[in-house]
């Protein structure tokens, strides 16, 4: 069985943690022996060392591990290749993502998954009129209300994005892509501060 990257990175960030108790419980124990060994040993700063490289690992290990590629949301039942650069799109989902939404006005997931694309060509103005008319049909629509950040964002409303992103995250929490625009967003808005 292979182990992915996740699950080695966790074993090491362990032995880590393990390696740190273990020296400082040898420390400790050679302190309890001879009451004059000073107190900067070190075993004590060894095990200082391993438990910050372990905290800095975890760390690593949890950021890396926790982004996973976006599931295909459109209603075709595939997961969507890795994202192209910014401009390109794949054109033959692109026209039977406008079909769809011609076809079926309120078929939100071809609509969320359209604006999308229109996202990735940077197209604000289809990106604006996707989101409103699929949070027309569910306000509730995590995937519309962050590309309607993204336009006000663009728009140079940083608040009223933040505001979008919000909306998002109160319904999904863990919704990456709210999560990674609103830190864009932040980091902007603190640079400009």
Excluded: C, W
């Amino acid at each position: 069985m292979i182990l992915s990257g996740t699950v080695l990175g966790l074993v090491g960030v362990f032995a880590l943690l393990m390696a740190a108790l273990i020296l400082a419980l040898l420390d400790k124990r050679e302190r309890e022996r001879d009451k004059n060994v000073p107190r900067s040993r070190f075993l004590s700063k060894m095990a200082l060392v391993l438990f910050l490289a372990a905290f800095v690992g975890g760390v690593l290990v949890t950021l890396i591990g926790g982004i996973k590629p976006r599931e295909d949301q459109t209603s075709m039942g595939s997961t969507p290749p890795m994202a192209p650069a910014i401009g390109q799109v794949d054109e033959e989902e692109f026209k039977k993502l406008q079909q769809m939404v011609l076809e079926d006005p309120k078929n939100i997931k071809a609509r969320e998954r359209l604006g999308h694309l229109y996202l990735q060509q940077q197209d604000f103005e289809n990106v604006f009129r996707m989101a409103h008319e699929a949070l027309q049909i569910n306000p509730k629509s995590v995937e519309s209300l962050v590309h309607m950040g993204m336009v006000l964002f663009a728009m140079q409303k940083p608040d009223d994005a933040m505001n979008q992103f919000d909306k998002a995250l109160a319904i999904d929490p863990k919704n990456q892509e709210a999560l990674r625009f609103k830190g864009m967003v932040e980091s902007a808005s603190s640079i400009k501060n």
